[in-house]
């Protein structure tokens, strides 16, 4: 059942609405913690060990051909439109790289339980249609309606991804 939020999702999940809640780990560990929620798994690559030495699994474990594909979801990104003045993109890239490595973001970073995994360029250009391809072949093969497939967006399918990347033309931006 979709809510507006994995906190709504944990909350529906803790006054038993539902029999299985998603959310991030940044909602649920508490209530792991505390024995009030059961984790089945993250998808972290590795499994999360709580303050109470209770274990989170990473879906790696169940799954151990999409370990290289974790974590799928849960990003933060920063877009800046292509044509925007290179120097512009270095400076918005040189400023999101030191707030990304100051101490008061890795402390809020490890509360919260999130996997910092900085990608900027033609890594992050990589990964964002990798996402986008992974993405949409599964709501193709979930068959969810309207949802348009890798080839509309112009991606490959996901299992198809490797041999295809880079597409035809792209040109990653002189950083």
Known sequence: MPYGSGQAATL?????EVDVAGGGVHE????????DLIPLQQTGATD???????????????????????PPNGTYDI???????????????????MAVDS???NAVAEQQRLFIDVKVGESADRR?????SITATMFQDLGIPGAR???????????????????????????
Do not use: C
Request: glycine residues 8%; without cysteine; aromatic residues 8%.
């Open 12 to 16: 529906a999940g803790l006054n038993a």
């Open 28 to 35: 649920h560990i508490q209530f792991v913690d505390s024995g």
């Open 48 to 70: 999360i060990l709580t303050s109470s030495g209770k274990t989170m699994p990473s879906l790696a474990n169940f799954l151990p051909g999409i370990r290289e594909q974790l």
């Open 79 to 97: 877009g800046i439109r292509r044509d925007t003045p290179i120097e512009i993109v270095r400076q918005v890239q040189s400023a999101f790289l």
């Open 103 to 105: 101490e008061v973001f």
């Open 128 to 132: 964002a249609a990798e996402l986008e």
């Open 149 to 175: 497939s890798a080839e509309e967006l112009g991606l490959p399918a996901a299992e198809a991804f490797d041999e295809w990347w880079p597409p035809e033309g792209y040109e990653p931006l002189p950083l």
